[in-house]
């Protein structure tokens, strides 16, 4: 394949609606927007992809991913497995964060790391928080603020849990300080220092969040709040904290059983909360891949456990546009501009150049994925995976 690619005839959705255009492709990068463009006689190994009647979007990015699994609610024998690469690629996730869950044992920062490495190796981007669900924080280096500032795949922290029973029930006095150790590893390493926040069905919602911050010096817009479509009480308070200025995040794996007892699917959620009128840039979708998914049964007890997946995250983007008719440019904002911008991945979530060349090609009929490409390089052609992980068959 060749590190120079024209696309033609691109109706590019960057994620701002451009119109029909041609983009040039040069390394892992987008060179330039514009009509007319032409290979030409040109002695330099020029690919010409056709890109006519589809859309071309940003690569997407899942901003909560478990690439090492997680615990299971069941005991031992209920560890989720690892994400694989095509996991993410045959669902147009070119970048992702991976994060520790509620189990910070037997799963560990220094497994994650080398994960995010293995996952960035086999073809796309990855980044870490450090941290899990528990507070004091489990770090690498010794605190927050050096792992931040040392590491260059920690980006943030978390995702700690709030109003959860499964959280180590936090005082404000410690969710302060892990915000304020994130955002000072942040300025110091150029990073978002975010602070990702699983959020339970617990009475006290968001309150932690909005009390962390009074009285202080920290914003809102710090905290990035997941799993707010876990029921209608949580939902409403994450749409007061999304027009205060915070970014919201609503999760695509779900289980027949969670829809049935009150979580609110992630495609109504996105409508819902743009009708509410929440920014775009204010509400992101993120797939909680291979975490762990209980299901009980009407007495409460345990009866089974399903897997999160990568891929609904494009699944509930493109449910969003088809059933809920929400703006294309809004849900892919939902998975590309929007999350890349509260991360702080400059480089990440839009079409422009001198921006990473992470394209997907959707189907104007039907906006199935055609092609996905990771820093200019095909991973997924006509659906197919042409690059598989390295133990995938």
């Excluded at 890109?51 to 615990?71: E, R």
Aim: glycine share 10%.
């Amino acid at each position: 394949m060749s590190a120079i690619k024209l696309f033609k005839n691109a109706h590019i959705v960057s994620p701002t609606d451009l119109g029909l255009m041609d983009l040039l492709v040069a390394g892992n990068q987008i060179a330039a927007l514009g009509s007319g463009f032409e290979a030409g006689s040109s002695n330099l190994p020029i690919e010409v992809i056709d890109a006519s009647h589809c859309y071309l979007v940003p690569g997407f990015v899942d901003s909560l991913v478990h690439f090492i699994g997680g615990g299971g609610e069941g005991g031992f024998a209920s560890r989720t497995p690892e994400m694989q690469l095509t996991d993410a690629t045959l669902g147009g996730v070119t970048t992702a964060i991976g994060v520790l869950g509620t189990d910070a044992t037997t799963r560990t920062l220094t497994n994650l790391l080398a994960k995010a490495h293995a996952l960035e190796t086999e073809g796309i981007s990855t980044y870490c928080h450090t941290g899990s669900y528990e507070i004091p924080c489990r770090t690498l280096m010794g605190n927050i603020t050096d792992d931040l500032i040392l590491i260059d795949k920690f980006i943030g922290v978390g995702e700690i849990a709030i109003s959860d029973f499964r959280s180590s029930q936090p005082t404000l006095d410690e969710i302060r300080k892990v915000a304020a150790a994130a955002k000072v590893g942040g300025i110091l390493s150029g990073k978002a220092g975010v602070v990702s926040v699983h959020v339970g069905s617990g009475e006290s919602l968001l309150q932690p969040l909005w009390q962390a911050v009074e009285g202080t010096e920290l914003k809102l817009s710090q905290f990035y709040p997941t799993h707010i479509n876990r029921n209608e009480a949580v939902f409403q308070a994450g749409i007061e904290l999304a027009k205060a200025g915070a970014v919201i995040d609503f999760t695509t794996s779900t289980t027949s059983y969670d829809l049935q007892h009150g979580e609110v699917a992630a495609a109504a959620a996105l409508a819902r909360a743009l009708e509410a009128g929440v920014p775009a840039m204010n509400l992101t979708l993120s797939s909680d891949g291979n975490a762990s998914l209980p299901v009980y049964n009407d007495h409460g007890e345990l009866i089974g456990l399903e897997v999160g997946k990568v891929q609904t995250l494009y699944q509930v983007a493109r449910q969003a546009v088809l059933e809920y008719k929400v703006p294309l440019s809004d849900a892919i904002t939902a998975i590309t501009a929007a999350p890349a911008a509260v991360l702080g991945l400059k480089h990440k979530g839009r079409i422009a150049a001198g921006m990473d060349a992470d394209l997907v090609l959707l189907n104007k009929t039907d906006l199935t994925i055609r092609d996905v490409f990771a820093k200019g390089r095909q991973l997924v052609k006509d659906g197919k995976a042409l690059v598989k992980g390295t133990f995938e068959k």
